[in-house]
């Protein structure tokens, strides 16, 4: 559920700042998350 709740938050920030220095960072907090989840 948590992983799905990151992917709608980056859906969201994709929409709203598409910016490729925002989609890295997020990215990368995306990816800790993921990890720290598993």
């Known amino acids: 559920m ?3 709740h990151v ?3 980056y859906t ?3 929409r ?3 910016n490729i220095s ?3 960072e997020f990215q ?3 990816n800790i ?3 720290e989840l598993d």
Do not use: K, R
């Open 2 to 4: 948590f992983v799905f």
């Open 33 to 35: 998350e993921v990890m």
């Open 22 to 24: 925002s989609l890295i």
């Open 7 to 9: 992917y709608i938050h």
């Open 16 to 18: 709203y700042f598409p």
């Open 12 to 14: 969201i920030q994709i």
């Open 28 to 30: 990368l907090v995306e």
